[in-house]
């Protein structure tokens, strides 16, 4: 709920004005929303008809769930970006100075060929069980699922290769009057079956709502902050993360626009079948333009050397912030629907960093 809300301001603002500086978090408890960070814009944005609208998008509008868009409270307290962080980010044309990184630190970005989308298996159904979750409770298939949920899925592998899952959890918020006996039957019937399918066998273990009830959800059972579920955003926990979070935050963070070009550079090179597996590091120092670091580890499964990848890495890709953000072109309100179900493997071309369109350079580079 935090990353949505943060990412529904952002567009918000970059749709009035996409040169918006955004560094914005969202914190919730019981009945409450805390707005809080840094923005620079010219556009003017109701902040709390955004959060309000977003969070009756996600589903909490009935009192009885615990937290309701119309009932709770909403506090804001936004600031203008730190001119120290300005003058090293901004581009300026009269002293013929390039848009530096709006901080410092390492991006990753990962592919691996275990599935049509060039992602892990395990993260891969995990999120495509909690689409299965939001799809069966908004067309009202399952009438007591409510707005909480989540997935997590263990995968087998032999010689490095998924071969059956071995366990499957979700839990699933619900209504007071259901059994746990209907819950369990109806979500591996309606959910984990049709997702999962090939991959379960007669073995596979299922833990549905293991600690047997699941009635109290969102922010009346947990608090929330924005940047909490970095893994579940990125890879599930294979390979590495330098630590940022995304959502909230504008492209010429670095945080976010360089892990998003980390991820188009590692498909890439996976779809060109130069690797079976693919990590890419960036790192760059804020106010510089190039980053200080590029890393390329194949994991051993590279058909060219990792050193000769690196180099055609740098000759085919623009890594620059102001030319990642233009190549991929970022500046636009597409931010909120990375802020569910994963920012990489979504077959959406607003998801510009999920293109295989470099695979014949990189071939040509390396002389595959």
């Excluded at 032999?158 to 209907?182: N, Y």
């Excluded at 039957?185 to 007669?202: N, Q, S, Y």
Aim: proline fraction near 5%.
């Amino acid at each position: 709920m935090c990353d949505q809300i943060s990412d529904a301001i952002l567009d918000a603002m970059i749709k009035g004005d996409p040169d918006s500086r955004v560094a914005v978090e969202t914190a919730t408890k019981t009945g409450l929303i805390l707005v809080f960070g840094e923005v620079t814009t010219k556009t003017y944005v109701d902040i709390q008809k955004t959060v309000r609208e977003t969070i009756r998008d996600i589903g909490y509008s009935n009192p009885s769930f615990g937290f309701d868009a119309d009932a709770c409270s909403v506090l804001i307290s936004l600031s203008e970006q730190s001119p120290d962080i300005a003058q090293g980010v901004n581009e300026t044309t009269s002293m013929s100075k390039e848009q530096g990184a709006g901080d410092q630190g390492m991006m990753f970005g990962y592919a691996c060929n275990e599935t049509p989308e060039l992602m892990p298996l395990p993260i891969m159904l995990a999120h495509k069980l909690t689409m299965r979750l939001a799809e069966a409770r908004k067309k009202n298939e399952i009438s007591w699922l409510r707005p909480d949920g989540k997935s997590q899925v263990t995968i087998e592998y032999v010689d490095g290769k998924p071969v059956r899952a071995d366990a499957v959890v979700v839990s699933a918020q619900h209504s007071p009057d259901v059994k746990h006996s209907e819950i369990e039957k109806t979500v591996i019937e309606k959910i984990i079956r049709p997702v999962c399918g090939k991959w379960l066998d007669e073995k596979t273990r299922y833990f549905v709502n293991p600690t047997g009830s699941f009635v109290l959800g969102g922010p009346v059972a947990d608090s929330g902050l924005t940047g909490r579920k970095i893994i579940v955003d990125t890879y599930g926990g294979v390979g590495a993360h330098g630590g940022g979070a995304f959502s909230g935050k504008d492209p010429s963070k670095v945080d976010r626009s360089a892990a998003y070009m980390a991820r188009y550079i590692a498909k890439n090179i996976v779809a060109a079948g130069l690797a079976d597996k693919c990590e890419v590091q960036l790192a760059y120092a804020i106010g510089v333009a190039e980053p200080v670091s590029v890393l390329v580890d194949t994991k051993g499964t590279g058909k060219v050397d990792d050193e000769r990848l690196e180099q055609a890495v740098r000759k085919v890709f623009p890594l620059k912030p102001a030319q990642i953000i233009k190549h991929l072109n970022l500046k636009r309100p597409i931010f909120r629907k990375t802020a569910s179900y994963g920012h990489f493997g979504r077959n959406d071309p607003d998801f510009t960093w999920e293109k295989t369109d470099k695979v014949a350079e990189l071939k040509r580079e390396t002389g595959f």
